[in-house]
């Protein structure tokens, strides 16, 4: 068994970044590197780079999050990006979204070690959750799936007029022009790239954002949404 690389010490732009959390950040780093590595959330290659690659490079995403909205991130896996964004945005409300036990385990004993108490992890798939869990201002993923693929998850689970925000690489713009069609049938209406992290991350981090109009999900989950409003009401009624 080869060793365990070690977890570099964090670099200054963390302390600025992260501010009074900055010591919960340096816990959560070191989760990563040893529960994250060995139950196999994390690559061990991975390690060397976790400040730089994982952490900041999400963390920063909280530059194109308005303020005191509603957050759903879809396939969380070990926490990101919801994790570093919950550490630098306590104004949000996040609920890290992954059906995956063993992941789901490790992202409950985060939130609690570091008293995330505007987080909250429910297992499930998008696709299952969506009239069960209510809709959000912001859906968040990073290196769920191709996206129109995660479209297809992430979008249905927005308000109106919300937007999905994804966090890709240099397939950006190939992936937004290959998922256009699938994007404008889900309700999209204005689509972008854009660049955060500025003097924190090099390269700086790539989000493609998805706004949505009246109907999240189009055509395609109208209906299916309308049900969903209908039980809870009933629901509510026996309740």
């Known amino acids: ?46 390690v060397p780079r976790l400040w730089e690659r994982h952490l900041l490079n999400c963390a920063v995403l909280s530059e194109v999050v308005p303020e005191g909205v509603t957050v759903c991130d879809v396939g969380s896996g070990a926490g990101l990006p919801g994790i570093p964004l919950a550490l630098v945005r306590e104004d949000l409300k996040i609920t890290l979204l992954e059906p995956l036990l063993r992941r789901t385990n490790f992202l409950t004993e985060v939130v609690e070690l570091l008293g995330l108490d505007h987080v909250t992890v429910v297992r499930g798939r998008a696709e299952e959750v969506m009239g069960k869990l209510p809709p959000v201002h912001v859906v968040t993923a990073r290196a769920v799936a191709p996206l129109d693929r995660l479209a297809t998850w992430g979008i249905p689970l927005l308000r109106p007029y919300g937007e999905m925000l994804a966090l890709k690489g240099d397939t950006a713009e190939e992936e937004l022009k290959s998922a256009s069609t699938a994007l404008s049938k889900l309700g999209a209406v204005t689509t972008s790239i854009v660049h955060v ?29 309308a049900k969903a409003a209908r039980t809870g009401r009933a629901r509510r009624r026996r309740g």
């Open 1 to 46: 068994m080869t060793e365990a690389a070690e977890l570099p010490p964090a670099p200054e732009q963390a302390r600025e970044v992260f501010g009074e959390r900055f010591a919960d950040a340096v816990r959560y780093a070191e989760l990563l590197a040893e529960a994250g590595v060995q139950r196999g959330l994390i690559g061990p290659r991975e």
């Open 197 to 225: 992290g500025e003097g924190v991350v090099d390269p700086l981090s790539t989000v493609v954002r998805v706004e949505v109009g009246e109907s999240p999900g189009g055509v395609r989950f109208a209906a299916k949404r």
